[in-house]
């Protein structure tokens, strides 16, 4: 954006008409409050449905409908390889090659399974960084996976907290640790972003620095694909899991992702639970004794392909596909900080931005904390036709996704802001 911010509808509206995705707003559906269609900014938790989805589903219906279990070796998309259609958008998107993505089941499952996979402790190294207040399923995945090692907990996982007065990780503060715990540390397994804070964590740096002590590098991506653009091939990060129900507007429940690095995915010898679906295809129908595994990331999947979980993340996919990232990634920046700029305006609200200013540390999220009246505050928004959420103790997030949110939302939202008291 050239020109400076300007809290005027007028500015709003003149930055719509430049902008290369303002057409994207229609390919969704959109909830209505009292007759208009409202301000959506909850895109964090739940994406708005493309309207692309019903059809899709359709197509796979009459594949039902019409030959039943043919619907795996013909139809439109023959289930037998549905998982294969969603590779390469989600490869471009996470910066991976194809054979290192792939998509089943839901996050935390996928996560129980690939840390299942890489999280042996031995000898000294038993320890598991991640972030204090991570979401609680990470937390009780963790949790739970040092007690399956008959661990205790208090004393295998180390929690990072920021500096007193501070409510967001400084990077030097993650990296000082990770070498303070050099000679016992086995994992670091952090979300990307952090779902309370909006923090993004520098990947690229977290992940050398675990390496350089010999330790496995993962990440929790579920508030980062779909909303930031990532390299993780490059960055060398050992595998990272994520949901597709928020920023990629696949719907509730829809199937997970997961990212296992090539020289892990391509090894037979990674170890792994194993299901059909993992099986090296060639002898899947064998139906013999022997576990031969793909050599790629669908080497982890255990159960036949959730095709009906999956077609609104390949109809979505499409819409990525054709918007491209990093256009989606320049506008969300521009609209984030059209939102910053407006937000700091407001005086009749006390509220502090717990996000990180620096655009290069946040995505499309930023977090309002509120010392008092939060739940109010935070009714009085949707009272409004503001669709945002609450999270203990006392922040809302807002989380304008620049697929389908527009300069002029970000404007109306802070208009309704200034009569909220």
Not at 133 to 146: I, K, R
Not at 224 to 238: K, S, Y
Not at 261 to 270: F, I, S, V
Not at 282 to 294: A, C, L, Q, V
Request: hydrophobic residues 40%; aromatic residues 12%.
């Amino acid at each position: 954006m050239t020109a400076p911010f300007e809290a005027t509808i007028e500015f709003a509206r003149v930055q719509d008409q430049a902008d290369k995705l303002s057409s994207f707003k229609n390919h969704f559906h959109f909830p209505v409050h009292n007759g208009k269609p409202v301000i959506y900014f909850c895109g964090n938790s739940l994406g708005l449905q493309p309207k692309t989805v019903s059809e899709a589903i359709d197509v796979e219906l009459q594949s039902w409908r019409e030959i039943a279990v043919g619907g795996y070796f013909k139809g439109a998309n023959p289930w037998l390889y549905y998982q294969e259609y969603l590779k390469a958008s989600l490869a471009k998107m996470v910066g991976a090659l194809e054979n290192e993505v792939t998509v089943m089941n839901a996050l935390t499952v996928n996560l129980h399974l690939l840390m299942l996979s890489f999280y042996k402790p031995k000898d000294k190294r038993t320890k598991i960084i991640m972030e204090a207040g991570a979401f609680p399923s990470d937390q009780y995945a963790v949790e739970t996976l040092v007690k399956h090692h008959d661990l205790n907990p208090d004393e295998h996982i180390i929690e990072l907290f920021p500096k007193d007065g501070k409510k967001t990780l400084e990077t030097t503060d993650i990296l000082s640790t990770i070498e303070a715990n050099k000679d016992s540390l086995a994992m670091v397994l952090l979300g990307g972003i952090n779902y309370y804070t909006g923090q993004f964590f520098d990947i690229p740096a977290i992940t050398k620095a675990t390496h350089n002590i010999g330790a496995i590098a993962a990440f929790d991506l579920a508030h980062v694909v779909g909303n930031i653009p990532l390299q993780l091939h490059d960055w060398n990060v050992d595998f990272a899991v994520w949901c597709s129900y928020k920023y990629l507007n696949a719907g509730p429940g829809a199937v997970g992702g997961v990212f296992v690095h090539e020289k892990h995915a391509t090894n037979k010898d990674t170890p792994r639970l194993a299901g059909w679906w993992g099986n090296e295809e060639k002898e899947r129908f064998k139906m013999e004794k022997g576990f031969i595994p793909k050599q790629n990331a669908s080497g982890w999947n255990i159960s036949t392909s959730q095709v009906f979980n999956s077609t609104a993340l390949k109809a979505s996919l499409a819409i990525f596909d054709e918007a491209g990232i990093e256009t989606i990634r320049k506008k969300s920046i521009e609209l984030t900080g059209y939102l910053e700029f407006l937000l700091n305006r407001l005086t009749n609200l006390d509220f502090e931005i717990i996000t990180p200013s620096n655009p290069q540390e946040r995505g499309a999220q930023l977090s309002l904390f509120f010392k008092e009246k939060g739940k109010q505050i935070h009714q009085a928004m949707l009272d409004n036709g503001i669709i945002v959420d609450y999270r203990e103790p006392g922040v809302i997030r807002v989380a304008p996704a620049p697929l389908y949110c527009s300069f002029e939302d970000v404007y109306r939202f802070y208009e309704i802001l200034t009569t909220i008291h």
